[in-house]
């Protein structure tokens, strides 16, 4: 396995109490393989990619990274460890440096870990500039002269040019519109045919999840509340909240009539979490037990894993 | 096709203009559109291509200057907003037409509490005094499904979803005939879209409203609208029913729209390793320099010297189904 994450957690501090932004999540991915995260704004799927990668620290559990455990590393080797994992953020218009060109944005982390002698550092912008398709004369330009789809080409670039073995990609094509979310979408599923990334695919979109994971884990409130291939959570979603999640996608078919499942009210406080299961209280089967023993995760299926006390019971 | 009597609003040739330091920026470029009584009617299209600006002239809100109605009619049942006085165009705002605004966020004022914000409209429009407009506030709020106990609450006490009904429910205050709703969900989480898609359906039934539903988001209009409009750069590529436009989609960026969406059945058939989207090549053209011919024939698969000669004219293709293309029906289109 190339990362492992075991029991891994991360609460804030806040005035209210701790916030329980990630609560006991593992997982593993391998290489040429792609881990879709789905879940609410709120769900802790971004905290989660951003410990992984050392941009926060863990509160608690393991991280392991080639086997080797990462929990817990020095300065030195976190910077080397960075090379191997990098991140493709959401917004395109706040991630880059407006003051810094395309190739300026590019060079960056060549400069930094000298893994490039500086004579060849031009050779190796131009060629990350072609596999991410940026033409070459926009070499020079600055952030602010491009649209969202190259943009995000520069962020894909940035993260590519240390050719890296895991990348987090946290909602890489949330802010676009659909044509160009497509060319960016083929770009990641090319890219990863072709160098073998692992990427951990962090969206709120259930229809792109499907189309680039091999897996996908369903978060809520901090915790994986279910875990499958993909094409199997799609089929016999298990869990509650997975099952409301997958029936509230609009489909763009006028034939297509499904009974919708509307979940009770919204997402609860993450800060100070009541015992027991998390989703009892917009479940529509919640029994008096949900809300005093905390479902584990159960295999009910090869490689399907569902925190829910009945899961099996609605199985039908 | 909606009898004539029946027309609540009636776009006729609307152009607007923004001027900006690049250049005369072409938004809406003669667009033709009508809305019939409880009807809901989708424009779609992608970032830029004039949606809100459509909407936005309806309610003369377009900011002038830099924006600028050039040419067209807004006819509201008969008579030409366009050429309505202000105080006269107060008293349609917020009464008979009505707007939602995407982001629920910035669009409440954070000093009022929320039952002022919609008692407000009330006051203004139906001259009712505070503490009836309080009465027909509450009932508002039950009507989205808040508790009218939350009256005196504020903005920041409630959750985007409930934000989003707030704003909705201002729009509603005084039973608008028309409700124009600018991406109402896209801030919104999908189980959260869920329940308000749900709720503006139900009102829609018991209300009677019409709604212009804007949205980038085709399985939205699959689920809400009765019509749908394509926009472009500007201008409606193909316009008709919804199940016109879905089912015999003609025009080559309809086409593309649909292409790009990941497909969930095709994901379940395909072969991981398989897996590409079909992605419309190239970008929108430059709103400052738009070509006298079709606008999508520089990204169109199916372009041809013809395409680029003169502006291209939206044809019937039957029953009312408009399609602004001389080469459709595409060519391939039955595989």
């Not at chain 1, 999840?209 to 901090?222: A, E, F």
């Not at chain 1, 509307?262 to 989703?279: A, M, V």
């Not at chain 2, 989480?189 to 085709?218: C, F, P, W, Y």
Request: charged share 25%; with cysteine.
């Amino acid at each position: 396995m190339l990362l492992e994450v075991e029991n891994l957690k991360k609460y804030f501090q806040t005035p209210g109490g701790n916030l329980h932004a990630v609560d006991g999540v593992s997982f593993a991915i391998d290489t040429g393989k792609t881990l879709g995260v789905v879940g609410e704004s709120g769900c802790g799927k971004s905290t989660l990619g951003r410990v992984i990668l050392h941009l926060l620290e863990p509160t608690g559990g393991k991280i392991l990274f080639e086997g080797e455990d990462i929990t817990n590393v020095g300065k030195k080797k976190l910077k080397e460890l960075q090379r191997s994992m990098q991140i493709i953020f959401q917004d395109p218009f706040s991630s880059l440096n407006p003051r810094m060109t395309v190739s300026e944005t590019i060079r960056e982390p060549l400069l930094i870990t000298k893994l490039v002698p500086k004579d060849q550092i031009d050779r190796k912008v131009k060629e990350m500039m072609d596999t991410v398709g940026l033409a070459q004369r926009l070499v020079n330009s600055y952030p602010h002269e491009l649209d969202g789809g190259r943009r995000q080409r520069i962020g894909v670039a940035r993260a590519l040019v240390l050719n890296p073995k895991f990348i987090v990609c946290d909602e890489p094509v949330s802010a676009l519109d659909v044509s160009i979310q497509a060319q960016i979408i083929n770009l990641l599923l090319d890219l990863q045919k072709e160098r073998g990334f692992a990427y951990l695919f962090i969206t709120h979109d259930l229809s792109v999840v499907k189309y680039v994971s091999h897996d996908i884990c369903v978060m809520y409130l901090g915790q994986l509340v279910e875990k499958s291939p993909a094409a199997e959570l799609f089929r016999r979603p298990a869990h509650p909240y997975t099952q409301a999640l997958l029936s509230a996608i609009p489909v763009p078919d006028v034939d297509h009539r499904q009974e919708r499942i509307l979940l009770k009210g919204e997402l609860s406080s993450p800060i100070n979490p009541k015992p027991g299961c998390r989703f009892a209280a917009r479940c529509n089967f919640a029994k008096p037990e949900c809300s005093k023993k905390e479902p584990e995760l159960k295999e009910i299926a090869p490689g399907h894993l569902v925190a829910c006390h009945f899961a099996e019971n609605k199985q039908a | 096709m909606k009898k004539e009597s029946e027309i609540l609003l009636q776009i006729r040739d609307l152009s607007v203009e923004y001027q900006t330091e690049d250049g005369i920026v072409k938004a809406v470029n003669g667009i033709d559109l009508n809305v019939g009584k409880g009807e809901t009617v989708g424009l779609v299209g992608e970032t830029g291509a004039g949606k809100t600006t459509v909407a936005l002239s309806i309610l003369r809100l377009i900011p002038d200057p830099p924006g600028r109605i050039v040419r067209g009619e807004i006819l509201w049942k008969g008579k030409d907003l366009l050429k309505e006085s202000i105080p006269e165009m107060q008293k349609i705002r917020g009464d008979h037409i009505s707007m939602i605004f995407q982001d629920p966020m910035t669009a409440l004022n954070p000093v009022h509490t929320i039952g002022e914000q919609i008692a407000e409209s009330v006051i203004l429009h139906q001259n009712l005094h505070k503490k009836e407009a309080e009465e027909a506030a509450k009932k508002t709020l039950e009507l989205v499904g808040i508790p009218k106990e939350r009256y005196f609450d504020y903005p920041h006490q409630f959750s985007g979803g409930m934000k989003q009904r707030v704003v909705i429910a201002i729009a509603l205050a005084c039973n608008p005939e028309l409700l124009i709703a600018d991406e109402p969900t896209t801030a919104l989480d999908v189980t959260i879209q869920a329940q308000i898609l749900e709720m503006m359906n139900q009102l829609k039934r018991d209300l009677g409203m019409s709604v212009i539903m804007i949205t980038h988001d085709l399985g939205i209009v699959a689920e809400m609208c009765d019509r749908v409009a394509v926009v472009y750069a500007g201008q409606i590529v193909e316009w008709g029913t919804t199940r016109q436009v879905f089912k015999n989609t003609y025009h080559p960026y309809t086409l593309g729209l649909f292409g790009s969406l990941p497909d969930m059945k095709a994901a379940d058939e395909q072969d991981f390793d398989e897996r590409r989207l079909k992605p419309i090549s190239g970008m929108m053209p430059d709103p400052t320099k738009l070509p006298d011919w079709c606008h999508f024939a520089e990204r169109c698969p199916y372009r041809t010297d013809e395409c680029e000669k003169d502006p291209i004219p939206l044809r019937d293709f039957g029953d009312g189904h408009l399609v602004r293309c001389r080469r459709c029906p595409v060519p391939g289109k039955e595989e």
